[in-house]
Each structure stands twice: as C-alpha cells, then as structure tokens.
C-alpha cells in the first residue's frame, strides 16, 4: 500500500492542529458497544494517545454523570488558545435500562415495554405516561429561554447594523455569502480561447478560469488533496495566500494526502455559506463516495473539481485511468455532472455552475492538451449551460446521422463530421457536457437537439459505455469503454479502443447501412476486447 492509499484514511488531524483550530471539540462518546458487540471484538485502538500524537488537547471523563468533570473539560476547552480540543467521555450506552445497559442490544434494538417501564422506574418518571412534557419544560422555554434567546437575537442585529454602517462593502459581500448570490461583473475576467489546433488542457483552462472568477468572488476557497500542481487548481493571484494559522485570509487550503476529508471539509465550507471547492484525480473520487453524497443530499453548491477524467493519462496506466467513474457521478441524484470538450466550454462551463445555488457539480477536465475549436465555424460554447448543443450541422439539409461526444472526444467527433460531411453525408455533431443539464431541458430543446425521427447515432466516450443507451436509441452505436484501460501512449490506446476519427466515420455510416473501408491497422469497431490483449 502506497503513502497516497494509507495516509487517505486520516481525518483532519495534522492541519487542526497545524491552523490552531483551538475553537474545535469533538466528543467522543466511548460507551465501547457496537452493534455485533463489544469494541474489544475489532477495536484496541488508543484514540486518546492516537489524538495527541496529532497535537490536539485531549481530556477525559470518566463518568458521563459526572457533571463536574464535564464542566471542566468545556473550561479547559474555552481556555484553549492553540490547539482543538478532544472530549473522551466514558459512557454506558442505555444507562438506567436494568438489563440491557451496556449491551449491544440497546444499540440497535427497541428496549420493549416492560424495560420502558423499569427504565422509568430508575428515573424516577411516571411509568405509565407515553409522551409527557412536564409543565416546567413549557414554563422554562416559555420565560427564561425566550427572554434569554430575545435578548441575543436583539443584540446580535445590533451588531450586525453596526457592522453594515461600518463596513459596508464587507457587509454586501456577507449579503451575498448568505443568500448565495454573485456580484455584479464577477464573470467579467473570465477570458475566450482563440481557436487553435494544439489546444488548451482542460487543466490547465480551468486553471486560467478559476482564477479569473475567484478574484472577482472573494469567498470563494479551495485547495487540492495534495494535487494542485498537477490539477492546476490553486489561486495563483496577489493576495490569494494559503490559510495558515498565521494568515486566517489564506484563500489555498492544503488538505494533504486525504482526499475523502478535502470533500468533507469543503462541505463544511459550504454550510457556512462559503463558495467552496475541493480538486483531485477524477480517479480519486472513489475515496470520495460519502462526501459526495452529502454533498447531493445537502444541496450544496459545491465544486468538485476532477481532472485526468479518462484513459487520456496514457502510462499511468488503469490504476489512474476512470472509466466507470462518469456514469457513477451522472447516477447521484443532485449531482450535476459536465465534462468540457475545450477551453471555451471550460469558461462556460463555469458561467453556468457559479450561479447554481443549491446543487453541487462536478468538474471533470482532461490532463491532455485538447482542440480549442474555431466558434466562428462551429456554434457557441455557450450551450454548455443547456447541457448539451448542436455544436456543427450539415450545409444543407436535414441530418442523417447524429454523433455525440464530450471532453476530449469532441475535437476528434468534429474531425469525423468534416470528413462526413466531405463524402456528401450530412452528419450533426451534438456536444454533450452535461447529461444531467440536459436532462433538466424542456422535451421541446432535447427533441430539437436530438430529433427523435433520427435514429441513426453515434455517442463517443472514453469512459463506460453505461448510461448511453437513453441517447443513441435501441438502434444507436456507443464507442466507449467496456474494460478496464491499459498503460501505454495515448495514440495508442486510442486506436485500440476505438477512439479515432476513422472508426467515428464507420461506425456513423454501419449506422446509416453504408458500406465502408476496412478499420487501418490498429482501429478496432469492438471496444470490449480486453486491456490484456494489448498487453500482449
């Protein structure tokens, strides 16, 4: 196991201490019952000595009743100026419970009537009551509570009064933080790509864009899971900084070795209303899964930056080229997915996600250099934001054949239309960033954009086939990936998975029962064989 897998499994440990977190606790809540048992059946770990080794400030109590004890731990907590603080309290998981206390039944199982009953007995509660709130909880909520609550409340929009006479220009900025607006112009740096046939890196356009924004958008803030250099997602401008325990307005977080804490920190970023992002392989998004949910399941508009989203990677081989990793982000619920296929839709990419307020994206951008197409020959990218465009039609005349692509497979799906296109075929080349964007078009735009009596088509994706279906038709051809990748060049593992331009042009004409050269050598029409094959 290599330091990248082994170090992922800590959670915010070093950087708490590293910042000075001192205004962090964590209860530990050592009751030593799980639901197969006791922790001894799998668990002898030293979480105290484990969470000083990280330089947190740790305290123990060793009863949960021991209120004093308790309090105690909080003063220490408060008077910490350093470091954050860790609470082991020691508990008895359904204390009061005559004979299931400190059992793993009380864990996972209904303590049954009887037990409510002797549970109540040692509490001295009525027994026999099902749902009782004391009129003293009423009177306290209802007196004290609310005039301490009130108090606050008044005071607290004092401050912030005080605060916006002050500090208006701050102030406008924490409207917008809390009500997850943009500012006026904060798209108006984001630069436009000339055409050119080396092209940009999806990386390295993402870069130049998220820099562009971030200067215009102050609270937005991220950082890399130790990637940065190579997913070129740091904020490279004058006052950008990294976040430090000396420099609190350090926008660069440094979250180390551990990519599933760089999601789960950014989103707690994102519940305190900053515009987060968090960046890494596309590969790495495996460590992710849970944060990624939450994420979802949060609605929070969180940007998940992944670049080297495809067998593009070459020698890194399969280990680091996804394949399935598309469709499993396109199937979260609440995940908005977009793959740009230039630096163009790279820039609009990010005029469609920076206004989105409650759905996360994911940003997934190629390592290698692609096309920046000519916009003055093919349409906008600003289709980005449908999901997916009508990105180069025939001269004349309706379409017979539709080819879809995304990322880095669109400059060479463009290349296959023009050769179409030259042997008299009218061919359509649909862009498709966004599966999800798209999906969420009224059926009159996707109807436009894939008319549905066109049923010869073609989609193009290094990634798994899974998914497809639902574009092409039962009658249309995917060109994607049913294996696993292979370590070798890039041109090559291209051909031996069958994306090229030639094997684009006769997949669309097998789709419209032409006839057509034999595939040149190394050009494949299946793309199930196995990775081994190339191997050898």
Not at 129 to 142: C, I, K, N, S, W
Not at 216 to 226: E, F, I, N, T
Not at 228 to 249: H, L, V
Not at 368 to 381: G, H, I, K, N, V
Request: net charge negative; aromatic share 8%.
């Amino acid at each position: 196991m290599n330091d990248r897998y082994s170090a992922s499994s800590h959670f915010l440990n070093q950087p708490a201490w590293a910042v000075q977190l001192a205004n962090l606790c964590w209860i530990y809540d050592n009751n030593k019952i799980t639901i197969e048992g006791a922790t001894s059946l799998a668990f002898s770990e030293d979480v105290r000595a484990r969470f000083a080794g990280y330089g947190w400030a740790v305290r123990h109590v060793s009863d949960a009743n021991d209120l004093a004890a308790l309090g105690a731990s909080f003063d220490a907590f408060r008077a910490e100026t350093e470091r954050p603080t860790l609470i082991v309290v020691d508990s008895i998981i359904g204390y009061g419970s005559p004979n299931k206390a400190g059992t793993h039944s009380a864990h996972g199982e209904p303590l049954g009537v009887e037990e409510v009953e002797a549970t109540k007995r040692f509490y001295g509660w009525p027994e026999n009551e099902t749902f009782l709130v004391p009129p003293e909880v009423a009177d306290h909520v209802g007196g004290g509570m609310r005039e301490r609550g009130g108090g606050l409340r008044r005071d607290w929009e004092a401050l912030i009064a005080g605060y916006v006479a002050e500090y208006p220009e701050q102030a406008e900025q924490l409207n917008h933080m809390q009500r997850r607006t943009l500012p006026e112009g904060w798209d108006a740096d984001i630069p436009g790509f000339p055409a050119d046939a080396k092209g940009v890196a999806g990386r390295d356009a993402n870069g130049k864009v998220l820099n562009a924004v971030a200067r215009r958008v102050p609270w937005l803030v991220g950082g890399s899971a130790d990637l940065a250099p190579s997913n070129k997602s740091r904020m490279t401008f004058d006052g950008a900084g990294d976040f430090s325990a000396a420099d609190r307005a350090g926008r660069n977080l440094h979250f180390g070795v551990r990519e599933h804490a760089a999601a789960a920190v950014a989103n707690g970023l994102a519940l305190s209303k900053l515009r987060a992002y968090q960046a890494g392989f596309l590969i790495f998004s495996d460590f992710q899964r849970g944060a990624l949910r939450l994420s979802a399941l949060m609605e929070l508009p969180l940007i998940h930056v992944y670049t080297h989203d495809s067998i593009g990677v070459g020698e890194d081989g399969p280990t680091h080229q996804p394949i399935e990793h598309l469709a499993s982000i396109r199937a979260m619920p609440g995940m908005i997915d977009i793959r740009p296929g230039d630096a163009n839709e790279v820039a609009e990419a990010w005029r469609a996600l920076m206004p989105i307020r409650h759905e996360p994206v994911a940003l997934m951008l190629s390592r290698q250099p692609l096309p920046t197409l000519d916009r003055e020959r093919y349409a906008s990218a600003a289709g980005v934001a449908r999901g997916a465009y009508v990105l180069a039609d025939p001269p004349s005349g309706a379409p017979e054949v539709i080819l879809i692509a995304t990322g880095s497979e669109v400059a060479m799906t463009v290349d296959a239309y023009e050769r179409l296109i030259a042997d008299g075929i009218r061919a359509r080349v649909v862009s498709m960033p966004s599966m999800k964007l798209f999906d969420e078009q009224p059926r009159s735009y996707r109807d436009e954009v894939l008319p549905p009596s066109i049923m010869a088509r073609v989609s193009v994706e290094k990634g798994s086939t899974f998914g497809w279906d639902r574009w092409v038709g039962p009658t249309g051809a995917i060109i994607g990936m049913s294996t696993f990748g292979a370590s070798a060049p890039l041109k090559v593992l291209q051909a031996k998975f069958g994306f090229t331009v030639e094997n684009i042009v006769a997949t669309a004409r097998t789709q419209l029962g032409l006839e057509h050269e034999a595939n040149p050598p190394g050009v494949t029409l299946e793309t199930s064989e196995s990775a081994e094959t190339l191997a050898q």
